[in-house]
């Protein structure tokens, strides 16, 4: 039941992030950015403003939505294989240890 619970959680985030990802660049919030305006007044670097209204990085923030929203994706379709790997119970070899040689540190 946790195991379902887990992957489930981790659908959901990973949906949010994406979708978050994925319009947060377009948005006015990405223009009008309270954080932004104060690193850029204690950094004193006025062209960090320029560089994060880009094109081009909003376009790869973009694509790092897409690439969580592909991930969630891929979880959905392989929800029971996950759940099945997560339920198993781990395996305790007791032995792993004694089956190697202990090299002799003597000169």
């Given at each position: ?80 294989q996950v759940v099945a790997t997560l339920s198993q119970p781990e395996k305790k ?15």
């Open positions: 039941m946790s195991a379902k619970i887990t992957v489930i959680f981790y659908i959901a985030i990973c949906f949010e992030v994406g979708i978050v990802l994925l319009i947060a660049p377009w948005s006015d919030f990405w223009i009008d950015n309270f954080f932004l305006e104060y690193l850029v007044s204690r950094l004193h670097w006025q062209s960090l403003i320029a560089i994060l209204q880009s094109g081009y990085i909003k376009g790869a923030i973009s694509g790092l939505g897409i690439v969580n929203l592909f991930i969630c994706i891929g979880e959905i379709k392989n929800f029971r070899d007791d032995n792993a240890y004694q089956d190697q040689a202990m090299p002799n540190n003597q000169s």
